[in-house]
């Protein structure tokens, strides 16, 4: 135990340390305590989970609350989920205790009456979502300093989901419209177990503060994991539906298939407390209701829960606190609304299905499990449809045995975690802060409100003649009205907007239907089922009773089975780092101690393979007549980009009929020539002409991806799908390499 640090702490923080027979502090809570105590910059906490970062910033923050009170809300605490909201209120709530220093939460899904008593005595901690803090500064705005006149910490806890997406920059952006307003400057403390660039992430935090942002050096823990990696093909009988066993049907045992892979994952977690993770809701909600017909046919109990972003808070919330209870051996099946750092208690393993997409995603959820001293468990499952005779050569590379191997060999050859990208044009952002703005000033000037907008940190990169551009088109468009002393209001679309909560939040929220069985809130659809059609939600099947399309209302009933069920989504972006390292696993020998037979197996089949056709030297292959497949061993952006320049330079070559599997590979059909040769003769032309990134992007083109980009002028969108979605250094190297220059 630090001396000094612990004896700067206050009797009752004291007092908790010793009621957790804590017998030191680790190096992350001295450094943090040393740096709030000591120092008046801006902090950035890296350290692993259940490292008790929460507990680094909280400990100084709280001791010197006991102090000296803050004469408003004293620290805000924003997080990206709220459940993570929901744990920290507990066990804040629990640590302040008696002290006097009041904890608030404010979300969706808090009662008003609680909301209520932090607007009566704004003191203390109030942790709160980016949405809430949003609509905080429209509808509060002119009892802002009441409320955070005396702010001096902001907590930004799993920075790692924020940093450089439109949420965290919106975040950023409160934070700056919070200081011009209140005139309070609060130190900024950012948490998280998976920062892949430290300096890019201090930037971010520190944007618009005026501080620097100090990040402690502490060295990284030695990796202690229990780490399988199995794979299994997918039976052509695959499980459908498992009725109850019965005393008289004992005989369909063996005339049953059950889908090997699940089967597996069954008995991994069985009679252990356990998270499995998907990439989906869709095959979140297929592997609980799987899990479930499995427990049911061998007569063992339902253990299983479930929990994502479309069910109602009262099933997560139930899934949540049984996960809490380590007498009680549950198994949650989860999205990432599972991987931040929601307190779970003793778990003991984690199950993730597919490969993960990115090594910051493996790390947080492979560090859910091993608390308590114990080494982090996982096993890694990979299913793949047993391929044909005739299968194409692409079709038959095992991608994501590969990606699963790549992630997990670069953080222990290198300590790799994806740096965060920097959004360049963030205009759907920019359309919200220039409503929630004008909103909150209720009259400006259109030069006052581009001054205002413009110096928030997210928009350092948007010209002012770009938006000048924006601010004509929501002023003709009835987002803004131009009064007669020339001030912009909001017009009456603009109202309607504002007026609705769901203006807040800066990501896709689709026009969801709620599913109720009785009394019972279930979830949200995105699309209504006709009456008597049926459909999967919360790990089971429901079918449709009744139909409140006014209110957007479903109403049905339980069934047994299991079906499929479908979310709109974008499943993010992989590193090009990840494709690099998927080939050096195809080219070198090593037998990794973490693959179970089954995956070492269909890795040395997919070598062979890769051998035996060139795959391992050659980045271009021909695939027989005039198809050849393309392996550019690239990520998203710059795959991205190289397709859309060899589809935009195709007609010289005849080339036709261009076919992508996500980044891992493309076929196209090439009349004129061989395909070596095509990537030379694009490859000198490169080298000559360099690549007009505005070329590739189609004069009628606008491309939408964020939730407000519909009412963005498509010259704007074009200019961002150019700076934020397309990425040429790394396509021009890749080109010069395949073609030997």
């Given at each position: 135990m630090s001396d000094s640090v612990f004896s700067s702490y206050s009797p009752f923080i004291r007092e908790f340390i010793y009621s957790r027979g804590w017998e030191s502090l680790n190096e992350i809570q001295v450094a943090a305590a040393n740096n709030i105590f000591n120092e008046d910059t801006n902090l950035l906490l890296p350290s692993q989970t259940a490292s008790g970062k929460t507990e680094a910033a909280f400990f100084p923050i709280l001791s010197q609350f006991y102090d000296n009170m803050p004469q408003s809300v004293g620290a805000l605490y924003i997080a990206p989920l709220k459940s993570l909201i929901n744990d920290q209120f507990g066990r804040i709530s629990e640590l302040c205790d008696m002290t006097g220093i009041p904890v608030y939460h404010w979300h969706g899904d808090v009662a008003a009456s609680h909301k209520q008593k932090a607007l009566k005595e704004p003191r203390g901690i109030l942790q709160i979502t980016p949405e809430s803090l949003e609509g905080m500064l429209i509808s509060r705005s002119s009892d802002l300093i009441r409320l955070f006149g005396d702010l001096r910490y902001v907590i930004i806890d799993e920075i790692h989901t924020l940093t450089g997406t439109d949420r965290g920059n919106q975040i950023i952006?409160?934070?700056?419209?919070?200081?011009?307003?209140?005139?309070?400057?609060?130190?900024?403390?950012?948490?998280?177990?998976?920062?892949?660039?430290?300096?890019?992430?201090?930037?971010?935090?520190?944007?618009?503060?005026?501080?620097?942002?100090?990040?402690?050096?502490?060295?990284?823990?030695?990796?202690?994991?229990?780490?399988?990696?199995?794979?299994?093909?997918?039976?052509e009988k695959d499980v459908a539906e498992l009725p109850s066993k019965s005393a008289d049907d004992e005989e369909r045992d063996d005339a049953i298939s059950m889908d090997h892979g699940y089967e597996y994952a069954y008995e991994c977690v069985r009679n252990r407390?356990?998270?499995?993770?998907?990439?989906?809701?869709?095959?979140?909600?297929?592997?609980?209701?799987?899990?479930?017909?499995?427990?049911?046919?061998?007569?063992?109990?339902?253990?299983?829960?479930?929990?994502?972003?479309?069910?109602?808070?009262?099933?997560?919330e139930e899934a949540e606190m049984k996960m809490k209870d380590d007498d009680l051996k549950s198994v949650v099946c989860a999205t990432v609304t599972m991987e931040l750092g929601i307190d779970i208690g003793r778990l003991e393993r984690v199950i993730q299905?597919?490969?993960?997409?990115?090594?910051?995603?493996?790390?947080?959820?492979?560090?859910?499990?091993?608390?308590?001293?114990?080494?982090?468990?996982?096993?890694?499952?990979?299913?793949?449809?047993?391929?044909?005779?005739?299968?194409?050569?692409?079709?038959?590379?095992?991608?994501?045995?590969?990606?699963?191997?790549?992630?997990?060999?670069?953080?222990?050859?290198?300590?790799?975690?994806?740096?965060?990208?920097?959004?360049?044009?963030?205009?759907?952002?920019?359309?919200?802060?220039?409503?929630?703005?004008?909103?909150?000033?209720?009259?400006?000037?259109?030069?006052?409100?581009?001054?205002?907008?413009?110096?928030?940190?997210?928009?350092?990169?948007?010209?002012?003649?770009?938006?000048?551009?924006?601010?004509?088109?929501?002023?003709?468009?009835?987002?803004?009205?131009?009064?007669?002393?020339?001030?912009?209001?909001?017009?009456?679309?603009?109202?309607?907007?504002?007026?609705?909560?769901?203006?807040?939040?800066?990501?896709?929220?689709?026009?969801?239907?709620?599913?109720?069985?009785?009394?019972d809130e279930i979830g949200t659809i995105t699309t209504p089922p006709p009456v008597g059609d049926r459909f999967a939600l919360a790990g089971r099947v429901w079918e449709v009773e009744e139909l409140d399309l006014p209110r957007r209302l479903i109403y049905v009933k339980s069934i047994k089975g299991k079906m499929e069920i479908s979310w709109p989504g974008d499943y993010g972006e992989i590193h090009t780092r990840i494709l690099e390292r998927m080939r050096q696993v195809l080219r070198e020998d090593t037998e990794y101690p973490y693959l179970k037979p089954g995956a070492l197996g269909r890795l040395r089949v997919a070598r062979a393979l890769a051998?035996?056709?060139?795959?391992?030297?050659?980045?271009?292959?021909?695939?027989?007549?005039?198809?050849?497949?393309?392996?550019?061993?690239?990520?998203?952006?710059?795959?991205?980009?190289?397709?859309?320049?060899?589809?935009?330079?195709?007609?010289?070559?005849?080339?036709?009929?261009?076919?992508?599997?996500?980044?891992?590979?493309?076929?196209?059909?090439?009349?004129?020539?061989?395909?070596?040769?095509?990537?030379?003769?694009?490859?000198?032309?490169?080298?000559?002409?360099?690549?007009d990134l505005d070329s590739l992007i189609g004069e009628n083109e606008a491309p939408v991806f964020e939730k407000y980009d519909e009412f963005i002028p498509s010259e704007l969108l074009r200019k961002a799908y150019r700076e934020d979605k397309l990425r040429s250094d790394e396509m021009i190297r890749r080109i010069y390499q395949i073609a030997g220059l």
């Open positions: 952006c409160q934070l700056t419209r919070l200081r011009e307003r209140t005139g309070a400057s609060p130190r900024r403390i950012g948490l998280s177990a998976t920062i892949g660039d430290m300096e890019r992430a201090a930037d971010w935090l520190g944007a618009g503060s005026g501080r620097d942002t100090v990040v402690p050096a502490v060295p990284p823990q030695k990796i202690r994991w229990k780490l399988g990696v199995e794979h299994f093909y997918i039976e407390k356990s998270i499995v993770f998907s990439n989906s809701r869709e095959e979140t909600e297929y592997i609980t209701a799987t899990l479930r017909q499995i427990a049911d046919y061998r007569g063992d109990p339902d253990i299983f829960l479930i929990h994502h972003g479309n069910l109602s808070a009262a099933i997560r299905l597919g490969a993960p997409n990115t090594v910051s995603s493996f790390l947080q959820r492979l560090g859910r499990s091993g608390r308590r001293e114990d080494p982090p468990e996982m096993m890694m499952i990979l299913r793949e449809e047993n391929p044909l005779p005739n299968t194409p050569l692409p079709q038959l590379i095992p991608w994501q045995l590969l990606q699963a191997i790549a992630v997990i060999q670069l953080y222990i050859e290198e300590r790799f975690i994806e740096p965060p990208n920097i959004r360049k044009q963030p205009y759907s952002l920019l359309f919200q802060q220039t409503l929630s703005t004008a909103a909150a000033m209720g009259a400006v000037t259109a030069k006052n409100l581009a001054n205002r907008v413009l110096d928030l940190p997210p928009f350092r990169y948007v010209t002012p003649e770009d938006y000048k551009t924006l601010l004509l088109s929501m002023i003709n468009n009835d987002w803004l009205e131009m009064t007669e002393e020339r001030e912009l209001i909001l017009g009456l679309r603009g109202e309607r907007l504002v007026n609705s909560f769901k203006f807040y939040a800066v990501f896709k929220d689709s026009e969801d239907y709620t599913v109720r069985c009785g009394s051998r035996n056709t060139g795959l391992c030297d050659n980045c271009i292959i021909h695939l027989g007549g005039y198809t050849w497949a393309l392996f550019p061993w690239l990520g998203t952006r710059s795959f991205r980009t190289l397709r859309r320049y060899l589809t935009r330079n195709a007609a010289p070559y005849k080339l036709t009929g261009m076919e992508f599997e996500g980044c891992h590979y493309m076929t196209f059909k090439l009349e004129g020539g061989r395909g070596i040769d095509f990537i030379r003769d694009i490859a000198i032309k490169i080298r000559e002409q360099g690549v």
